[in-house]
């Protein structure tokens, strides 16, 4: 009986049968990694060699991606220690607000800043005593992860009360679910030892007195177990110059080895765990990146750091842009502090994460979760309204509609691209507060801001902030207490416009 020839098969020699095309590796093969050679399915040594080196980068420019947000913490704890906050009860306080000597990633103007880091493993269960009248606060694990919100956002709405933070090892009486009221504690469990700790205090007047004294009277730190309470020391780090931003270089990857070493191994699925030990870094070993390996993980950060730049400054996402024709995008996309996407139908919404953690900080479903008139929303902005980077040579216009939906007060501040921390000018808050800048307002109740290396003759001095020729800059704007058309987009901003023709080499295009 004659056999009937089917598509895609193939009758080579050395087989009795025909055999589908499609499983059959060509002697010679051309790729994006050169040119791929086989005896018979065979990789050749010299191939066997460039595939590893292919697959050991590739790993590398995942673990960076996915790594961001531990790096990220790990960097803020290392910055925090360099100015001496070591102990849970040492509470860094931006007594004068944040300002641009200090690099952190989009750190606001606006607010005052207490932060402190616990460490469960030395300490065990740690009491967090909040304050009434403390905004917005967040405990994070050293992954980025949520573990609890205090404060307005938080469990005890603003009325203040004791947390107690379990570490991942704790095994008493601890009932499934996130949250418990026990013995006049709000609990939460963490999957890290150590936290981030991040509270945030409104200005009254303008002014920052109030939310200081609130935190230094009303903030308390220590663990459970303590049989008497330090005192807690607080350090002003206003005008102080440190870094709390992660390595784009090799040294990244020993960032995040502090890390895997520091933490239990369950703080980390099998798979991630996985692929962070395919490049050399596990917990128990020491990484020690041979020549090659420190070659390809250079090019591996190198590209990964491109990546997460152009996923932040030229996203792909048509989700992340907030309105048509428009160039303000949302730094949180899907609505998920856990980034799933479509929830969890997706999967884990990668570019969103790293959109997130390369030019931010701090996870809450508070970002998440439409809350009418409390918390804050954000949106952020690097192009032109013709598509053009934003330049610090040129002159730009914004103009903030009224009424702005931000039922305690809105501000705009400008960043470096480079640092993703406040513009270094001359001014030393690169940035305007409808609260705190005596802005002159339009006859309709609107605002125009100037953006350029010197003031414009049309703009009003409190209406300009300052940019550097040669640098680029983006913008973030931002309402407290927003309401109801923000999230319904019946109000809008209006677009960065420029003044002045833009140079060639600054186009987004």
Known sequence: MQKTKTVGMVNPPGYNTEIPASIL???????????LEFFDGFPTEETARKVFDNLDFSRGVKVFLDAIPGASLEAIRIGMKSIGVTECHHVGLAEQLM???????TGNTDTVYAIAFLDLERDGPTVIEIPPGCGPGTVNDAWFRFVVDMGIPGLDAGHGGKYLILPPDYTGDYPEGRFLVEDGYFVAKSRSYVNLVILRGFLVDGSPTTAVDMFKTGLKIYPQAAKSRQSMVFTDFSNVVFNTVHSNDLTFYDELAHIIEKEPVEMLDLELRGLIASIGIQKGKSFEPDDRMKRILTDAVAVGNATARAIDFQTREREAYLYPDSEWKTGFLGGSFEWLKDDGLGGRYLDARTLFFYFATVNTPAMAVEMIGKGSQYAYVNKDSQ????????VY???V?????AKDFWSVVVYDPQTRSQLQTTQLFPSKNSERSDLQVNGDGSVDLYFGPEQPAASH???WIQTIAGKGWFGMLRLYGPLEPWFDKSWRPGEIESLRDPSPTATGH
């Open 397 to 399: 216009r914004l103009r």
């Open 401 to 405: 509609p009224a009424p702005v939906p």
């Open 387 to 394: 598509g053009n980077f934003l330049d610090g040579a040129n």
């Open 461 to 463: 001095p409190n209406n």
């Open 25 to 35: 590796t060509p002697d010679r093969v051309e790729t994006s990694i050169g040119t």
């Open 99 to 105: 300002d641009s000597n200090s690099l952190f990633l």
